[in-house]
């Protein structure tokens, strides 16, 4: 007769479950702070500067002198943000420049469609392929 009940601990798979949603969380993470960053217009490169990366609770600071024309240094910041994650967490991207609301509703020729609607949009397809 055979054996019933479960081959593997339950909370040997709640740890791996874990485990795997903490992978897709960084990874959408990822896909969706490459969209704002790639997106962000770069005339004087302070929007895509100030794009704040945190866990748990927003970083809503600004910097009027910020500057990142390579990208490199918002991509990094944004990187070790990630590498704080843990389970449950809520990754947060906030911009509070002083006229990022009027890029997000198009008014850049760089950016036309905006910034983070359109990496929302884009991380939203690319989550569900």
Same mark, same amino acid.
């Given at each position: !007769?055979?054996?019933? %009940? ?6 040997? *798979? ?10 897709? $969380?960084?990874?959408? /993470?990822?896909?969706h702070?490459? %969209?704002? +960053?790639?997106? /962000? ?5 302070? *929007? ?6 945190? =866990?748990? /609770? @927003?970083?809503?600071?600004?910097? @009027?002198?910020?500057?990142? @024309? /390579?990208?490199? #240094?918002?991509? #990094?910041?944004?990187? +070790? &943000? !990630? ?6 967490? =809520? *990754?947060? +991207?906030?911009?509070t #420049? @002083?006229?990022?609301?009027? $890029?997000?509703?198009?008014?850049s020729?760089?950016?036309?469609? %905006? =910034?983070?609607? =359109?990496?929302?949009?884009? &991380?939203?397809?690319? &989550?569900?392929?």
């Amino acid at each position: !007769m055979a054996k019933r %009940g479960w081959s593997k601990s339950l909370a040997g *798979f709640a740890d791996q479950v874990r485990e795997e949603e903490l992978a897709r $969380l960084v990874d959408m /993470s990822e896909h969706h702070v490459r %969209g704002v +960053i790639y997106g /962000s217009p770069k005339d004087t490169s302070r *929007f895509l500067a100030n794009n704040n990366f945190s =866990v748990n /609770s @927003p970083d809503e600071s600004y910097d @009027p002198e910020k500057r990142d @024309p /390579s990208r490199t #240094t918002t991509l #990094t910041n944004a990187r +070790i &943000a !990630m590498a704080s994650l843990r389970y449950g967490d =809520v *990754f947060y +991207i906030v911009n509070t #420049t @002083p006229y990022g609301e009027m $890029l997000e509703h198009g008014h850049s020729g760089q950016a036309p469609q %905006g =910034v983070f609607q =359109v990496a929302a949009n884009n &991380a939203r397809e690319y &989550a569900n392929r």
